[in-house]
């Protein structure tokens, strides 16, 4: 294991892992037309948490394809296998593992076609470690896909009451756990810091709107992103508790609304390797 540490806010308890479900039927669509498989792929998925995006990369990467998804959390990966074996295309494989640390078998280093991310490097104290271990994990021609978030970018109309002071709280709590919630816009550099060349960027809508199907999962997210951050968010002194529940209680108020809106989108870099 790594001696630095990732730090995760949201924790892995089952309400969480029943935001991420929340979060992957938002995202998934968007994260596979990105991605590109053509079929017959490996497929290294870091931080794969509870699978359904590796899932799907194993369906779109065909029964000739592989796909290995790693991630930390046990209670996450509990989640992802037991599904393993519907995807109805490649075969899967999910694994314990620290990818600060990365231990791959010898014959699995430079075997990969691609290698993904969604959602980690955010969590990371050193994001660039784990681009690296992704750049020596895929064979030369490989393609990295890094995709995440600047929480800076996000946007509610009409705001409410209370959110901007809450939402920078949460921005703050990843400062101090040694995070970068910016991340999503450095994706580039990390890529030419290392032996990959750049070679698109891209970004995967998130808003919504009143009226939209998906709006009341979409509502739903953003108070369970809070909510899970609850404690990392009162720590940076920046608000009351009481402030926090009612700041709550707007964006639920908000969600309402049958005119409200949001603008977000998670963005993504591609990469191959030299």
Same mark, same amino acid.
Not at 96 to 103: F, I, K, N, S, T
């Given at each position: ?75 996450? @990966? ?21 990818? @600060?640390? /990365?231990? /791959? ?14 959602? @980690?490097?955010?969590? /990371? ?38 959110? +901007? ?25 990390? @890529? ?24 009341? +999962?979409?509502?739903?997210? /953003? ?23 009612? +700041?709550?209680? +707007? ?24």
């Amino acid at each position: 294991m790594s001696e630095t540490r990732s730090h995760y806010v949201h924790g892995t308890d089952p309400e969480e892992q029943q935001r991420l479900t929340r979060l992957n039927d938002l995202l998934n669509d968007g994260s596979i037309r990105e991605l590109r498989l053509q079929g017959g792929e490996r497929i290294l998925d870091l931080g794969c948490g509870t699978g359904q995006l590796t899932h799907r990369m194993a369906a779109a990467a065909g029964a000739s394809g592989r796909v290995l998804g790693i991630d930390r959390s046990e209670e996450q @990966l509990e989640e992802a296998r037991r599904h393993s074996g519907a995807s109805g295309g490649a075969a899967i494989e999910f694994r314990a593992g620290d990818v @600060l640390a /990365l231990d /791959l078998a010898p014959g699995e280093w430079g075997s990969f076609d691609v290698a993904h991310t969604r959602f @980690l490097l955010e969590h /990371l104290p050193d994001p660039l470690a784990v681009v690296r271990s992704m750049v020596r994990a895929v064979k030369p021609g490989g393609r990295i896909v890094l995709e995440d978030e600047d929480h800076e970018i996000l946007r509610l109309w009409s705001e409410p009451e209370g959110f +901007t002071e809450t939402w920078e709280a949460y921005i703050e709590s990843y400062r101090r756990a040694g995070n970068d919630p910016h991340v999503g816009k450095r994706l580039i550099e990390l @890529l030419r810091a290392t032996e990959a060349e750049p070679r698109r960027n891209a970004c995967i809508w998130f808003g919504c709107a009143a009226g939209d199907p998906l709006f009341e +999962t979409w509502v739903a997210n /953003l108070l369970g992103v809070l909510r899970g951050a609850r404690d990392s968010i009162l720590a940076t002194g920046r608000m009351h508790e009481s402030t926090f529940n009612a +700041t709550l209680e +707007t964006v639920r108020e908000w969600g309402r609304r049958d005119d409200a809106a949001s603008w977000y989108f998670t963005a993504l870099a591609e990469g191959r390797k030299r």
